[in-house]
């Protein structure tokens, strides 16, 4: 019985639906742009992490033949060696990290025998 009258509407719910249907896309674009551009910001500070380990590999090099009192980790657990005080047997390219810039505030400078290693991005420094 109202048959025509469905007919009649068909068009504008199709033209609403299509509406719709373009704005997800958009949002899901838009979302996608952000992700996109989160994902290169991380990756840049992961390179920019790896290019300060490689810089503080270099400066630690000569270091590496003295003989460290710190005693070997007994942590279990998963974390990183590189920002660990205590000496890693797997670790063969840095000597333990350093207490007190850890704390900000070696006095020692490039002067000091243990790594100075930062994070910059977050991620490296807990494995």
Sequence with gaps: ?????????????????SEKTRAREEQFEERKK???????????????????????????????????RTGDCTNNRHHNADFCTYRHFELKDLPPHCLHFSRGNCHNGDA????????SCGACRFG
């Design 112 to 119: 000091c025998w243990f790594n100075h290693l930062q994070c």
């Design 34 to 68: 952000a992700q996109d551009k989160a994902e290169a910001e991380k990756r840049q500070r992961r390179e920019e992490c790896k290019r300060l380990r490689q810089v503080e590999v270099e400066r630690c090099r000569p270091l590496l033949c003295r003989p460290f």
């Design 1 to 17: 019985a109202r048959v025509p009258e469905a007919v009649e509407a068909l068009p504008e719910f199709a033209q609403i639906d």
